[in-house]
């Protein structure tokens, strides 16, 4: 289904700006009246800029059931050829290579919600849209879309920030150009709206308290960056440990997107149910050594897109780390445990059905070749509230947050 553009939207309009000067008044209660309203009218400046950077013309758009617009946007005019470092970029259509024995036994039977009503055409990428309220949710135009805090698995806790909680399995001890996951995504609940959920995979390299490299992605619930509970496909980059690279998605320029099949930040459907049938959405990734070096991206057997070698310092050469699992902010509101959920809401040990897992991992060493994990750790934050079981190969993982040993 097409979308009609711009109709009708006038009273809309007013109402947002109404709200938008309200939230701004308590802010600026050191101006007069006079100094508000150009405050506000800068800041309104800012959401409109953004929006358009953000949102690039479509040639054709879809409305899903769910609310969201997906737009289909030319790939030669996708967000990522704004990165100063991508302006004489060549997209590539698809990798020059792909490692041997790169399979998954996964069907993929997943579904996003908007392909009910439309596909996008041949030469374009679907693209949701970034709305108004988006921007406005976030607070900051200037951050939107991009890690408010630290992911420092083994970082000291800092009080006045909320903290991230992890479940998670590393493999580590070799050069790693790659790696696959097929992950059984759920829809973990999740208490407040800055609190997610996520299950997904790092590569890494560089140290977490400056230079930092990361390619990341899996599914995630994040009420303030999506405005709902829903599961949704994610990825992330960083270049310098989450300070001013990198971003969800194709929110910053960076990521060059390639399938037209699939969006980042669109739900993934069906959800499993405890005790059901369970399925696992696949994810491969690897660097095309024989190409350029880009980090290619497949989802459910598709080539999805690659994060170009050369938006990166450290991690154009290679991973020293992959991480698996699981990741929730807990925001200890009123000193008590988050109930944000990880994973299907349940702890390992419930195992097949129940607990959510992954499975087909694999990683690409150092003398390219696709292996099991051999040399893994597992980091728990706090045992009592979320959890992982290694069963070499594959792992079940999460949990409820709070119960009463998880106070
Ligand atoms: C793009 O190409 C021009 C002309 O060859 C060159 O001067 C410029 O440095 C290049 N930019 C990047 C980011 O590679
Ligand atoms: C195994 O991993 C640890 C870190 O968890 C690392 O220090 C060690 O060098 C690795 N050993 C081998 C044999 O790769």
């Known amino acids: 289904m097409a979308l009609p553009c711009g109709n009708g939207r006038g009273w809309l309009r007013a109402v947002r700006m109404t709200f938008y000067l309200f939230i701004l008044i308590p802010m600026s209660s050191t101006g007069n009246r006079n100094s508000n309203t150009i405050f506000g009218e800068k800041q309104k400046l800012e959401v409109q800029l953004q929006l358009k950077r953000l949102n690039k013309p479509a040639l054709k758009s879809i409305k899903s059931p769910d609310g969201d617009i997906i737009d289909c946007v030319d790939v030669n005019k996708q967000p990522a050829f704004d990165h100063p470092l991508l302006k004489n970029h060549t997209i590539q259509m698809r990798p020059s290579s792909y490692p041997k024995r790169f399979t998954s036994n996964s069907k993929p039977t997943f579904t996003q919600p908007w392909h009910l009503n439309g596909r996008c055409p041949e030469g374009t990428i679907p693209i949701r849209r970034t709305k108004e309220e988006d921007l406005l949710r976030a607070g900051s135009a200037a951050n939107f879309g991009r890690k408010k805090y630290h992911t420092i698995p083994n970082a000291q806790s800092n009080n006045d920030q909320p903290l991230h909680e992890h479940a998670i399995l590393s493999e580590n001890g070799d050069k790693f150009y790659g790696m696959t996951a097929d992950m059984n995504l759920w829809n973990p609940y999740t208490q407040e709206a800055n609190e997610f959920s996520l299950s997904q995979f790092w590569l890494l390299n560089g140290a977490y308290d400056k230079d930092l490299d990361t390619i990341e992605a899996g599914a995630m619930v994040f ?180 119960n009463p040993n998880c106070p």
């Open 223 to 402: 009420e303030s960056l999506y405005g709902d509970k829903n599961t949704r496909l994610f990825l992330y980059w960083t270049d310098d440990a989450y300070q001013s690279t990198g971003c969800y998605n194709l929110l910053c320029p960076g990521f060059v997107q390639v399938d037209k099949q699939i969006a980042m930040g669109a739900r993934v459907t069906p959800y499993p149910k405890y005790g059901g049938d369970q399925f696992a959405l696949p994810f491969h990734v690897w660097k095309d050594v024989k190409g350029r070096g880009d980090w290619w991206m497949k989802i459910a057997g598709r080539d999805f897109g690659y994060w170009p070698s050369s938006i990166f310092s450290i991690l154009s050469d290679s991973a020293s780390r992959v991480d698996w699992g699981g990741e929730v902010i807990n925001s200890n509101k009123d000193g008590q445990h988050t109930t944000t959920q990880m994973g299907s809401g349940h702890f390992a040990e419930e195992g097949p059905g129940k607990a959510s897992f992954f499975k087909n991992l694999n990683v690409i060493d150092g003398s390219q070749i696709l292996r099991g994990p051999r040399n893994t750790t597992t980091f728990m934050t706090k045992r009592k509230c979320y959890n992982i079981i290694d069963y070499g190969g594959f792992f079940y993982f999460g949990g409820p947050g709070r």
